[in-house]
């Protein structure tokens, strides 16, 4: 709705489109929490392990992604539905959820594969996370008013770098963040074996014993609550941490200076800039 403020659209002639976004992030949710094996979302169960309870392990996880794929269809009825470039903004839609399989695919693979460095890393978080978390909701908003190539470039040259660091701030949280806080558990990353950044600069950082305990604790299902500690402790001693934490903030830095594009109306700036600060700064 902001995007399409931005380009002069009026009202809430694309709420419909809003709650399309908003059942497109329930399809990718419902899918990344079932191929992570994820039981808790947002303080409750999530919706393959629900259904489990109900109809047993494999019919509730194959139910749970038709539903996933439900969620998706929806999406797409309420966007090419909308008035203004509907068609145009499918394709975003199409384009930005390539990405996004793309990414989640790398993401999946990189456990099993050779170690990715910051810079991999922050490569698959951009596909996976950031081509749908902020540009496409701006970007498919802005479409539908007809907004300009400049306009557009704008958006995107703050949603980007706001979609890794978003991600980056979530991945912290993941490992460090209070269960009761985040709705959600804070050892599963480390027992399944995430690539993520903080787990690069660790490993670019640790001594070797440091690298070989963290190298074999992570993936293992069976991790005790003491091992998850001693890894954490391996996180924060070798300054990972706070190096993540640091390119977060760089990343949020270099979203909101994206905002004093002239071309952005200064209601739609403030109003991005305040979710920017809360984006990485959430959970402190």
Known sequence: MLGHEA???KGDAVLDASVGME???GYLLIHD?????DEVRRGGPTV??????????????SVAILLGSLCQAWAYELVLAAPGR?????????????DVIVGQALDV???????????????????????YTFELPLRL????????????????????????????ADDLLGTFGSPEVTGKPNASDLRDGKRTLLIARALEAATPQEAARLRAGLGNEGLSD????????ILLRTGAADAARAEAERLCDEAVRALDAPVLPGRVAQALREIATYSVQRGK
Do not use: C, N
């Not at 393959?48 to 996880?61: D, I, M, Q, S, Y």
């Not at 509907?86 to 390539?98: H, P, V, W």
């Not at 003491?226 to 402790?233: F, S």
């Open 7 to 9: 380009a002069g659209g």
């Open 23 to 25: 059942l497109l992030h």
């Open 33 to 37: 929490d079932f191929m992570d094996r």
């Open 48 to 61: 393959h392990a629900a259904l489990a309870k109900r109809v047993g392990e494999h019919t509730g996880g």
């Open 86 to 98: 509907a068609l145009e903004a499918a394709r975003l839609l199409t384009e930005a959820l390539q």
């Open 109 to 131: 693979l990189a456990p099993s594969g050779p170690e990715l460095s910051g810079e991999g890393v922050l490569e698959v978080q951009r596909l996976k996370t950031g081509s």
């Open 141 to 168: 908003g802005a479409v539908l008013a007809g907004g300009s190539r400049a306009l557009l470039d704008a958006l995107s040259a703050y949603a980007r770098p706001l979609g890794q660091a978003f991600q980056i």
């Open 226 to 233: 003491a091992e998850i500690e001693a890894l954490r402790e």
